[in-house]
């Protein structure tokens, strides 16, 4: 597991991106109507109101399919839970007083579901006494309804690798594990987690239809006549912890699974909905350098440090690590500062030089072959290219196309500088590195 203070840094990170993405959600102000343009925006159009109003009853229709456009409800085993008589903006009933309400049930996967496939749940809120049926004649609600789709089930991929401890010659992996990394490298798994917590967003912002800034225009839905928007309905499966998911196949028989509604205020899904947009930008800006499964697994060490760490101890980490990465930014500033200046090497040595890029790509190779914070990786792979630089800061490279190694390779030759050559550094240099040697090589070789 990572450090305490890695996963701090990343915190900070998070925070940052949540408080930049967040500052796009304020309301854009809308500009007067100009007299006598009626084509203005502003003259074309009118800010609309929340169709549930504070006190509105509703009632919520949960199905649970395997189909992407839901269409079955005419099937009862389809149907998982009806909550009805909600009160909009309640925070107070419920069976804890914080106005949640919770079902656990049963859902018996398919030989489809247990071979990859995909189930999702359907979310319904209308008002008392609708029905999201067409069938149910002048009960139908049709577009008043508001409308959340969720995938239960999560794919992940599952490296199979052919590890073992080097001193005892044993591994940790199970032999079902051993085997598959004899014929396979990876595989994708379908994986299911027993808690969903569907949110009701609380909100009654007046909102103007075209003017919803991101990401919150992927959530409201405005009426066709654009006057009225429905609620936010929000899956929320933030707290889901990577741990607790479990792998779907053949021998599953039963999938438990308890569903939580609970209203949310509009400060906290923006937060949740910043989360989610951080979490596209990486996949789409990195690709496969973030790593999907291990930016997950980032995220349940940020989660257990929020919820497990007394906040005290937190907000003093919070402060050093600040301040350690911004050391850290000035260390590598200084250190660029200094070599691109200097004009003599008398005094410095340039075997070091070698030896630090030595040092900082077993680091980065250390890191990468384990599962390290992407901060500790971009730290450690920028410290490298500072190093790799400063090798043509002490000594001259000659490159020859004409003469390859293999015919592929050009050749490259290194060539001492005169300021370094001419003086007794290089000597210096020759003697500390060869004391040195007789100290460290033995080590290495045990």
Request: aromatic letters at 16%; hydrophobic letters at 40%.
């Given at each position: 597991?990572?450090?305490?203070?890695?996963?701090?840094?990343?915190?900070?990170?998070?925070?940052?991106?949540?408080?930049?993405?967040?500052?796009?959600?304020?309301?854009?102000?809308?500009?007067?109507?100009?007299?006598?343009?009626?084509?203005?925006?502003?003259?074309?159009?009118?800010?609309?109101?929340?169709?549930?109003?504070?006190?509105?009853?509703?009632?919520?229709?949960?199905?649970?399919?395997?189909?992407?456009?839901?269409?079955?409800?005419?099937?009862?085993?389809?149907?998982?839970?009806?909550?009805?008589?909600?009160?909009?903006?309640?925070?107070?009933?419920?069976?804890?007083?914080?106005?949640?309400?919770?079902?656990?049930?049963?859902?018996?996967?398919?030989?489809?579901?247990?071979?990859?496939?995909?189930?999702?749940?359907?979310?319904?809120?209308?008002?008392?006494?609708?029905?999201?049926?067409?069938?149910?004649?002048?009960?139908?609600?049709?577009?008043?309804?508001?409308?959340?789709?969720?995938?239960?089930?999560?794919?992940?991929?599952?490296?199979?690798?052919?590890?073992?401890?080097?001193?005892?010659?044993?591994?940790?992996?199970?032999?079902?594990?051993?085997?598959?990394?004899?014929?396979?490298?990876?595989?994708?798994?379908?994986?299911?987690?027993?808690?969903?917590?569907?949110?009701?967003?609380?909100?009654?912002?007046?909102?103007?239809?075209?003017?919803?800034?991101?990401?919150?225009?992927?959530?409201?839905?405005?009426?066709?006549?654009?006057?009225?928007?429905?609620?936010?309905?929000?899956?929320?499966?933030?707290?889901?912890?990577?741990?607790?998911?479990?792998?779907?196949?053949?021998?599953?028989?039963?999938?438990?699974?308890?569903?939580?509604?609970?209203?949310?205020?509009?400060?906290?899904?923006?937060?949740?909905?910043?989360q989610g947009m951080r979490n596209k930008w990486t996949s789409s800006m990195l690709g496969d350098l973030a790593g999907g499964d291990e930016q997950d697994e980032d995220q349940d060490s940020l989660k257990e440090t929020l919820l497990e760490t007394n906040p005290y101890l937190l907000g003093i980490t919070f402060v050093v690590s600040i301040l350690h990465t911004v050391f850290e930014l000035l260390a590598f500033k200084n250190d660029i500062q200094f070599w691109k200046e200097r004009k003599s090497l008398?005094?410095?040595?340039?075997?070091?030089?070698?030896?630090?890029?030595?040092?900082?790509?077993?680091?980065?190779?250390?890191?990468?072959?384990?599962?390290?914070?992407?901060?500790?990786?971009?730290?450690?792979?920028?410290?490298?290219?500072?190093?790799?630089?400063?090798?043509?800061?002490?000594?001259?490279?000659?490159?020859?196309?004409?003469?390859?190694?293999?015919?592929?390779?050009?050749?490259?030759?290194?060539?001492?500088?005169?300021?370094?050559?001419?003086?007794?550094?290089?000597?210096?240099?020759?003697?500390?590195?060869?004391?040195?040697?007789?100290?460290?090589?033995?080590?290495?070789?045990?």
């Open positions: 597991m990572e450090s305490f203070f890695a996963i701090t840094k990343s915190l900070i990170l998070r925070a940052l991106v949540i408080y930049f993405i967040t500052s796009f959600f304020r309301k854009p102000a809308t500009p007067p109507p100009q007299p006598g343009d009626p084509n203005s925006p502003a003259a074309r159009t009118n800010p609309a109101w929340n169709f549930f109003e504070n006190g509105t009853m509703f009632d919520l229709h949960f199905y649970v399919s395997e189909d992407y456009e839901f269409k079955s409800f005419h099937e009862p085993s389809a149907l998982v839970w009806f909550q009805d008589a909600l009160v909009y903006g309640d925070w107070y009933s419920g069976k804890n007083g914080d106005g949640t309400y919770s079902r656990t049930v049963k859902v018996k996967p398919t030989m489809r579901l247990q071979n990859n496939g995909s189930i999702y749940l359907h979310t319904y809120a209308t008002k008392t006494g609708r029905s999201p049926d067409p069938r149910s004649g002048d009960d139908y609600a049709g577009f008043e309804v508001a409308y959340n789709r969720r995938q239960l089930n999560k794919f992940k991929k599952i490296r199979y690798q052919k590890t073992q401890n080097l001193l005892t010659g044993t591994t940790e992996k199970s032999a079902e594990e051993v085997a598959k990394a004899e014929v396979m490298s990876s595989q994708i798994l379908s994986h299911w987690h027993p808690n969903l917590t569907i949110n009701m967003v609380v909100d009654q912002t007046n909102w103007v239809k075209g003017t919803v800034p991101p990401p919150l225009d992927e959530y409201v839905t405005f009426l066709p006549t654009g006057h009225t928007y429905m609620p936010i309905v929000f899956a929320n499966d933030y707290w889901n912890m990577l741990r607790d998911y479990q792998p779907i196949n053949e021998t599953v028989e039963s999938l438990d699974l308890t569903i939580t509604y609970q209203p949310l205020s509009l400060f906290k899904f923006q937060l949740y909905a910043a008398e005094g410095l040595s340039v075997r070091s030089v070698f030896f630090s890029v030595f040092q900082s790509l077993i680091v980065l190779l250390y890191v990468l072959d384990n599962e390290t914070n992407f901060m500790i990786r971009m730290s450690c792979f920028i410290g490298l290219g500072i190093e790799v630089w400063k090798i043509q800061k002490v000594v001259n490279v000659t490159v020859n196309y004409e003469q390859k190694l293999f015919g592929i390779i050009p050749r490259v030759w290194f060539t001492d500088k005169g300021s370094y050559a001419e003086s007794p550094t290089k000597q210096y240099d020759y003697l500390a590195f060869k004391y040195l040697g007789w100290l460290c090589f033995p080590l290495i070789i045990g």
